[in-house]
């Protein structure tokens, strides 16, 4: 059984911080599929359009009937445990650093026989549950994991090199004044984190979530702006290095379209989702890359929360959402950069919001507590790409399987 | 079924490069070093061979094509065969239906690599497709993981045991100690053996071979040549080859051989029993044994109470792996594909010298190569008999 994860002790400021080093990311094209896949939380294959083959390892070619039309599918997860072994030596500085390492040779229900990382609490031969999930390198994995939740199963050796966990972690949330802000520190609470530092801008402004903050445990307030660079680079320097996970969750979002809108408004959806966003990289990203190894409370991840219309365009909100289209490019690139310290990037797609600014819009909307939850989740299960709200997942599914024609579908509204 | 045999076509002219476990040489110096060997053994010269069969993981950027003008030769027969641990049965096949058909007549086989340090973990790196996307990440073990599932598997369908295994491991190391040029210079004993640190359970240190740097060659040519040229030479009897069988097989407990065992000893007209030697490849114990079991000397699953009730060393009544194999010589990369070949070559020939099985006349070399992903995927086998 799981043995729980002890809180780490205080950092010997005398000790050398870990390099952080990551497991083989070389994957050839198809190999990528898995980490998309891995990263939002589906178990899929290659499967082949013709004759229905599952495709193990990814290939470009059905191994059954020679078609090259492959599709990734989600596919049923069981499994059987075959063989296994310890492994005790590697010439690799990653798992030489992690060893015994177990791993061991899977029998999918869905037909290829896979080699995956071993649960510690699955059984010699057991029936297992497959998930893809991405490693530190960033890529997808396979995991067998025990067929029932077990005790503590979350702290597995394996599970905490890999994941993105939020136990006994420090995090940092940029926006307090955001809607979703007190759900998000209780739901962080929730799962074990050992300390929320939350950043508010114009502290004088008041706002209804402060005393409900105020009165949490391990909840700190902090002066930070996204807009001013100093105070980040003040804030930086007083908790830069106990910033295990940053949530960027600061954003501006405004209605109008093009021709009538507000300049104003635009520029601030800009200068605090998208700019903000760089700037806070540049105070924050030096030192959690440089941390990614740091032990129990290692930097793991990083949050950025965009509109889920950023995907495309939305006339009713086409400023706000060019932001965040904006802020999404720019994080692809920091996910590349942050990816050589195993820092993870997690975007998370929210809905329109239950809030003042997307009042007149009819439902579905998103709840604040439902965005905490799913952010938290995505921590929890160390994904890439998640779509909060009935709306940004019907977006997600939409621009899967055509860009362009959402585009022209959002032009009537979403 | 008619396949035409060997008739008039032998090798000759074994020549080992003596290993060394790093080597700051190339995979060019160490197949130079071989291939002078070989042909200074056969009175040759570089301008008098016409065909060039090169085995080798180490090359880069170079292939067989850049060796030619490398190494100064102009054959007119060129091959590379990069199939690993069946490179050198592979290698022998293609270059005796060369000289058979007259397309070359005479092709030095040769196999060589080096190993840096960090070299090995570099090969390693860049193996296969498959490697990179679905094996190393999972714990980086390299071959040794590969294979400890593998015989992880197979302790547990046939009821083998660790000490089974040591029966391999510890006869061959006692014929490495009278072969000059192994790497393992120290007695192994069966407690050695089992009490060794474990390297991917249920491997441990003695399972495995010692990457080093090396090279092996020989030549084939026509049997008139080899007597013309005075040379001890032998004659294949028989050979077989395939890649990726029984792809279905969830984790591998047999190999290629199994398809074409039948055909392997009914063109050599002999059995298992006539054999007086048998060199497998045995990059882990767990191989070796499957490759009995599958050449038809024992049923699926009795490997291990069929070798413990055997003795193999040089003395023995089953004498295998006579040099130390790769186990206790070492692996030299593309030439652990030559070294069963290159010594039985030497063992019925009666000119291997301490390592001499007497009166050997007919050896049994079996190659395995090439883990893409979860198994071997090349088996290969021959039957060489001295001529004359």
Same mark, same amino acid.
């Given at each position: ?27 050839s ?18 499967? !082949? ?7 193990y390892?990814?290939?470009d ?5 020679l078609?090259?039309?492959l ?10 445990l075959?063989a ?8 690799d ?5 992690? =060893? ?6 899977v029998? =999918? ?12 609490d ?8 497959m998930? *893809? ?25 394996i ?20 809607p ?19 950043? *508010?801008a ?11 903050l ?17 105070s ?7 908790i ?10 600061a ?25 903000g966003?760089m ?16 032990g ?7 949050v ?6 950023? *995907?495309a365009? &939305? ?22 950069e ?6 993870? *990037? ?5 809905g329109p919001?239950?809030?003042e ?19 938290v989740?995505?921590l ?28 022209r579908?959002?032009?009537?509204g979403? | ?23 700051n ?20 010269s570089?301008?008098?061979?016409d065909?060039?069969?090169?085995a ?5 950027p ?13 054959p ?25 058909a ?5 092709v ?14 570099k ?16 714990g ?33 190391r ?8 192994? =790497?393992m ?14 390297i ?6 003695f399972? !495995?071979?010692?990457? !080093? ?11 008139d +040549? ?15 080859? +395939? ?10 407990l ?7 065992? &039948? ?22 114990p ?7 079991? &599958? ?18 060393t ?25 070294i069963g ?16 099985v &007497?009166?050997a ?15 071997g995927?090349?088996?290969a086998? !021959? ?6």
């Amino acid at each position: 059984m799981t043995q729980p994860l002890a809180p780490p002790p205080k950092k010997n400021p005398e000790r050398r911080t870990p390099v952080p080093m990551l497991p083989p990311g070389t994957r050839s094209r198809a190999g990528l599929g898995l980490a998309l896949a891995a990263g939002q939380g589906r178990f899929a294959l290659q499967v !082949c359009t013709e004759c229905g083959a599952v495709q193990y390892p990814p290939r470009d070619a059905c191994h059954q009937c020679l078609a090259t039309d492959l599709a990734w599918r989600d596919l049923p997860s069981g499994g059987q445990l075959l063989a296994e072994t310890t492994i005790h030596a590697s010439s690799d500085p990653y798992f030489r650093e992690r =060893l015994p390492w177990r791993a061991g040779t899977v029998q =999918l229900d869905a037909g290829p026989v896979v080699l995956a990382h071993i649960h510690g609490d699955v059984a010699r031969g057991a029936r297992v549950r497959m998930a *893809l999930m991405l490693d530190r390198a960033g890529q997808g994995v396979l995991v067998a994991l025990p067929e029932q939740e077990t005790p503590h199963m979350q702290d597995d050796t394996i599970l905490r090199a890999m994941g993105t966990h939020p136990r006994h972690r420090r995090v940092l949330i940029t926006d307090a004044r955001a809607p979703e802000a007190v759900a998000l520190a209780r739901a962080l609470l929730d799962a074990g984190v050992a300390q929320v530092f939350m950043g *508010l801008a114009e502290a004088w402004r008041p706002f209804p979530g402060r005393t409900r903050l105020e009165a949490l445990d391990k909840v700190s307030l902090h002066r930070l702006d996204v807009t001013d660079a100093e105070s980040l680079t003040d804030l930086a320097g007083a908790i830069g290095g106990k910033v295990d996970i940053l949530i960027n969750n600061a954003r501006h979002i405004r209605p109008g379209g093009v021709i009538g809108a507000s300049l104003t408004d635009a520029r601030d959806s800009m200068e605090i989702g998208a700019l903000g966003l760089m700037r806070l990289a540049q105070a924050f990203g030096p030192g959690m890359r440089a941390r990614g190894a740091d032990g129990v409370n290692s930097a793991v991840a990083w949050v950025n929360v965009l509109p889920a219309q950023a *995907l495309a365009h &939305d006339p009713g909100f086409a400023g706000a959402v060019a932001a965040g289209a904006a802020a999404r490019a720019l994080s692809l690139s920091l996910r590349a950069e942050l990816r050589g310290g195993g820092i993870r *990037l997690l975007h998370v797609h929210a809905g329109p919001m239950d809030d003042e600014w997307h009042q007149p819009l009819p439902p579905p909307k998103l709840a604040p507590a439902a965005l905490a939850r799913a952010i938290v989740q995505g921590l929890e299960q160390g994904l890439e790409e998640i779509h909060a709200g009935d709306v940004a997942r019907d977006l997600a599914q939409r621009f899967a399987e055509n860009p362009a024609l959402l585009a022209r579908e959002m032009e009537g509204g979403a | 079924m008619g396949r035409q045999a060997y008739d008039g076509v032998v090798l000759a002219a074994p020549f080992t490069a003596p290993y060394t476990r790093f080597s700051n040489e190339t995979a060019h110096w160490w197949i130079a070093r071989a291939l002078r060997g070989s042909l200074q053994v056969a009175g040759l010269s570089p301008r008098q061979i016409d065909g060039f069969a090169v085995a080798s993981f180490t090359l880069f950027p170079d292939t067989p094509v850049a060796l030619t003008q490398h190494l100064g030769l102009s054959p007119r027969w060129l091959d590379s065969v990069p199939m690993g641990g069946a490179s050198g049965i592979v290698a022998l096949r293609r270059a005796a239906r060369a000289v058979q058909a007259g397309d070359a007549e005479v092709v030095a086989c040769v196999a060589g690599d080096t190993n840096a340090i960090d070299g090995f973990r570099k090969l390693l790196s860049a193996f296969s497709r498959f490697a990179l996307d679905a094996s190393y990440p999972y714990g980086y073990g390299g071959p040794n993981a590969s294979f400890a599932l593998l015989m992880d598997r197979y302790m547990t369908e046939y009821g083998a045991t660790r000490a089974d295994f040591g029966h391999v491991a510890v006869a061959q190391r006692a014929n490495a100690l009278r072969n000059p040029h192994a =790497l393992m210079k120290k007695p192994l004993s069966h407690d050695d053996y089992l009490n060794a640190r474990p390297i991917a359970e249920p491997i441990a240190l003695f399972d !495995c071979v010692m990457p !080093c740097a090396g090279a092996e060659a020989f030549l084939v040519m026509t049997e008139d +040549r080899a007597r013309a040229l005075g040379l001890p030479y032998a004659r294949i009897r028989s050979t077989i080859e +395939r890649h990726n069988a029984f792809a279905d097989d969830p984790v591998q407990l047999r190999g290629g051989w199994v398809v074409d065992v &039948d055909e392997l000893w009914q063109m050599a007209a002999m059995g298992p029993e006539d054999m007086d030697l048998v060199q497998t490849y045995d990059d882990y114990p767990v191989i070796s044994v499957m490759q009995f079991e &599958d050449l038809g000397f024992c049923a699926k699953g009795e490997g291990a109470t069929y070798l413990r009730a055997r003795d193999l060393t040089i003395g023995g009544d089953l004498p295998h792996n006579t040099s130390g194999g790769q186990l206790s010589a070492g692996q030299a990369g593309a030439a652990g594909g030559f070294i069963g070949m290159v010594e039985a070559l030497r063992q019925v020939t009666a000119t291997a010298g301490p390592t001499q099985v &007497d009166a050997a006349r007919r050896a049994l070399v079996s190659g395995f190569g090439m883990i893409n992903f979860d198994r071997g995927v090349c088996s290969a086998a !021959c039957v060489l008999e001295g001529g004359a």
